[in-house]
């Protein structure tokens, strides 16, 4: 939707959004071949692990909506976007004991850009993804403590479904030459 602000320039809003549901409704029988004498798996043997469900049923969230507005004055642009993430989770198996749930809670990340068109076709741009640095929820003491019990190492903070990154903001600079 346009803004015309006069001989201030303009502002294009854009909303998006999306609502989805993920549901497995049928999970086939392994082959027969796993079930055998001559292969090495045990009787029974599944090919669905125990949290390969909740990874495709709720790693994703149900929801995600985007508001971005992008000011034009002149040679000078600023984009300004902010996306919110609902909350999502899964079972996470910490190598030893039950599978634990992880939860990740709903959370908004901004993004902004500021670009100049110089002259000869340079333009040049700063700007930040994820520009107030948020990370996903860490995992919980609960799965640390058995991540560390079951002797895998467990170097990982934040659960690696997580739908914005586990790697925090992002900051660059660009210069652009169009010929």
Request: with cysteine.
């Amino acid at each position: 939707y346009p803004t015309d602000l006069g001989g201030y320039g303009k502002i294009d809003w854009t909303l998006t959004g999306n609502y989805s549901t993920t549901k497995i409704t049928k999970v086939k029988a392994p082959p027969a071949s796993l079930s055998t004498p001559s292969v090495p798996f045990p009787k029974g043997q599944l090919l669905f692990s125990g949290n390969a469900s909740s990874l495709i049923e709720k790693a994703s969230p149900k929801y995600k909506l985007g508001l971005n507005a992008l000011y034009a004055f002149g040679d000078l642009t600023v984009s300004l976007t902010e996306t919110v993430y609902g909350k999502s989770s899964a079972l996470s198996d910490p190598g030893t004991g039950p599978l634990l749930d992880t939860v990740i809670g709903t959370t908004a990340i901004t993004d902004l850009e500021a670009s100049y068109k110089l002259p000869g076709d340079v333009t040049v741009a700063v700007g930040a993804n994820n520009l107030f640095n948020k990370y996903p929820d860490k995992l919980s003491a609960a799965y640390q403590a058995a991540c560390v019990a079951s002797g895998s190492g467990c170097v990982a903070q934040y659960p690696t479904y997580s739908p914005f990154g586990i790697n925090g903001g992002y900051y660059y600079g660009r210069i652009t030459w169009n010929f």
